[in-house]
């Protein structure tokens, strides 16, 4: 069964602690982002990547850190100095191949700073 | 700079018809989605418009103007299920999508 997983659900971190949110994905997909979601916001583009070892800030990466060492994985990493951490983050992947770049989501990982 | 503009919230009948609204305005244009999200959840994939005029989907169509930077998302004989979030999302020139808030659709019997 194909598809993205994240994990944890929730997470709770003190501030000034890093937190490394996991994402994988089985769909062999080359593109995979990490967005935040906002009550009230639309979807916010954190990083992305298009390819293994490559990978680009997003409209809000301060603060965030990321890798592509695997076309499977992509651990976003939240440091302590992103100033406003408490959100829902939510991991896509999506494939060039074809028409339509549907991108295809993880269940996401709430995160509470406190 | 962009900009993607839906309605907050709306309510509409269990049983009837509700259209959602989505303007835009983008550097570029390659598609327009629509996403369906339950609270907590991921969004879900429900729409892909490129050429105008209108998609049907079962209970869900999608219609696109490209010249009007507009965009609608129909549902039909709605479903108490149907309650969620609808995220209209559009792919500009980079080929990264750009999302507008979502409407929070509430569905009454």
């Known amino acids: 069964d194909g598809g993205i997983t994240q994990s944890p659900k929730y997470l709770f971190r003190k501030e000034g602690q890093n937190v490394t949110l996991s994402c994988e994905q089985n769909?062999?997909?080359?593109?995979m982002y990490w967005y935040r979601q906002d009550p009230g916001q639309g979807l916010r583009l954190i990083y992305y990547?298009?390819?293994?070892?490559?990978?680009q800030k997003g409209d809000i990466a301060e603060g965030y850190s990321v890798s592509r060492e695997k076309k499977e994985s992509f651990p976003l990493t939240v440091t302590s100095a992103q100033k406003n951490p408490t959100a829902f983050y939510l991991c896509?992947?999506?494939?060039?191949?074809?028409?339509?770049?549907?991108?295809?989501f993880g269940p996401g990982t709430r995160l509470t700073v406190t | 700079g962009q900009n993607i503009d839906q309605p907050t919230e709306m309510t509409a009948t269990e049983g009837a018809i509700v259209q959602i609204n989505c303007t835009y305005q983008t550097s570029g244009f390659n598609g327009l989605f629509w996403y369906q999200q339950h609270a907590g959840e991921a969004p879900t994939f429900l729409s892909y418009?490129?050429l105008d005029g209108l998609e049907e989907k079962g209970r869900f169509s999608s219609f696109l103007s490209r010249s009007k930077g507009y965009s609608y998302l129909l549902l039909k004989e709605l479903q108490m299920k149907d309650s969620a979030s609808y995220l209209c999302a559009v792919m500009d020139s980079n080929y990264q999508l750009i999302w507008g808030a979502g409407t929070k659709l509430i569905i009454k019997p």
């Open positions: 769909l062999n997909h080359d593109a």
């Open positions: 418009n490129v």
């Open positions: 990547s298009q390819i293994v070892n490559d990978f």
């Open positions: 896509a992947s999506s494939t060039s191949e074809g028409d339509v770049y549907e991108q295809y």
